[in-house]
Structures are given as C-alpha cells and as structure tokens.
Nanobody, 122 residues
C-alpha cells in the first residue's frame, strides 16, 4: 500500500526529494515516517510527521537539512533532503503508523513500503 520513489545518485551538497504514496482511504489518520538503512547497517529513524502534519520530529543527524511533509488530499508524503552528505547514502523507506503522534521506533509502524536507493558521491 505504500510506494516510495525519488531516490537516485546525487553529489555531496546536492538535494533530492523522496515521495511516498499511499492508496488507502485512512491516509489522513496515519502518522508517517521515513527510515533509512545504510549498507551493512541497521535501519534507522530519519523523520516522522503526525496525521495532520502539524507535528514533525527528526533524527539529530538530519535536523536542519531534511524536511518531512505530507499532502493528505494527494495521499502522499515527502522527504526533502538538502545538503546531502556521503553518510546519507542508504536505502530509504517510508512507513505508516496508526499512532497519532510522531513515532520514531521501527516497531511503532504498521505498514512499510519498499525502499528507494539514495547514493551520494563525494
């Protein structure tokens, strides 16, 4: 039900915008999150947004560079990534949670999309 896209190859310092679409009718009731999994490492939290979009939360490593947003009318969420660094390279996943706040733990999410690969060249 979740479809992520927008990954690609970008130079360090560049930008990418990831998108995540959800076909379900309950999209506006779900919190959404982005996670990433660097090669050989565990999946980690990046950012989350509440169902209304009023509240967001970011990992310290991306704060000030990444922006999460959503458009409930389009049933879509976005992750704008600026000032990308080589350490941002990973497979990025979007996820949806039935919780109404901004969850950060993997176990707090109920639905996962397939990942999209982000490669950052130095």
């Amino acid at each position: 039900q979740l479809q992520a896209c927008g990954g690609g190859l970008v130079q360090a310092g560049g930008s990418l915008r990831l998108s995540c679409a959800h076909a379900g009718l309950t999209f506006g009731r779900l919190s959404l999150g982005w996670f990433r999994q660097p090669p050989g490492k565990e999946r980690e939290f990046v950012a989350s947004i509440s169902p209304s979009g009023a509240n967001t939360f970011y990992a310290d490593s991306v704060k000030g560079r990444f922006t999460i947003s959503r458009d409930n009318a389009k049933r879509a969420a976005y992750l704008q990534m600026n000032s990308l660094k080589p350490e941002d390279a990973a497979v990025y996943f979007c996820a949806a949670s039935r919780r109404s706040y901004t969850p950060q733990g993997l176990s707090e999410y109920d639905y996962w999309g397939q990942g999209t690969l982000v490669t950052v060249s130095s």
